[in-house]
């Protein structure tokens, strides 16, 4: 079983639409959980970061962390064509040891 | 700006030839790694460095050898013993978090 585990899509949504991208973790020794946003022929960029359970806004994005279940999400509101990219969840442990899921291919249909 | 710095964006090999990735970071970071990135299969590690002149092997090392010289500089060699080379390369570096390069795109012709 990997770490950490993501559903790899793709996803294709109309514009406007509320995205919500998930993944699950085995590690319960997980802290912090990271969301990486990768454009096509990029690197992946560091979009959202939450320490522990709870929940983090920023702007359209919204990043949750439910520790009780081991589950990691990212919803995108009032989603725009730009948001087409790969998403990556990542967990680290406090040890600073970084798990990624495989990213979910997202595109957003204008 | 700080970042990482990737050379070159394309890249293409011959059959039995070895080619080197470049990395830079003026972020002074001590860490630094490199991923493969192929389709459907996420992010696999092929080598990481902690500190200058050292340097571990990730999950997929064989056919590549890194060095670790200089703090900001990190470059991969795709050897010809790596039979399926072709892939996405992304080199990072690490803090509390990951920075990563844009990438290099390494073809076989």
């Known amino acids: ?110 | 700006d700080g970042g990482i710095t990737q050379s070159p964006k394309y890249l293409f090999r011959k059959e039995g030839q070895n080619v080197t990735l470049s990395c830079e970071q003026n972020l002074n970071h001590d860490a630094m790694y490199w991923y493969r990135q192929d389709p459907g299969q996420g992010l696999r590690l092929i080598y990481y460095s902690q500190i200058v002149n050292d340097f571990q092997k990730g999950d997929i090392a064989e056919g590549y050898s890194v060095s670790r010289e200089k703090k900001e500089s990190f470059p991969l060699t795709v050897t010809s013993a790596q039979k399926n080379p072709t892939a996405f390369y992304l080199c990072a570096s690490k803090n509390y978090g990951y920075t990563f390069g844009s990438g290099t795109r390494l073809t076989v012709v």
């Open chain 1, 1 to 110: 079983q990997k770490e950490v585990e993501q559903d790899p899509g793709p996803l294709s949504v109309p514009e406007g639409a509320i995205v919500s991208l998930n993944c699950t973790y085995s590690n319960s020794a997980f802290q912090y959980f990271m969301w990486y946003r990768q454009y096509s022929r990029k690197g992946p960029e560091l979009l959202m970061y939450t320490y522990s359970s709870g929940n983090k806004e920023d702007g359209r994005f919204t990043a949750q962390v439910d520790k009780s279940s081991k589950y990691i999400s990212l919803f995108i509101r009032d989603s725009q064509p730009s948001d087409s990219a790969t998403y990556l969840c990542a967990a680290r442990n406090t040890g600073n040891q970084f798990y990624f899921g495989t990213g979910t291919s997202l595109t957003v249909i204008p």
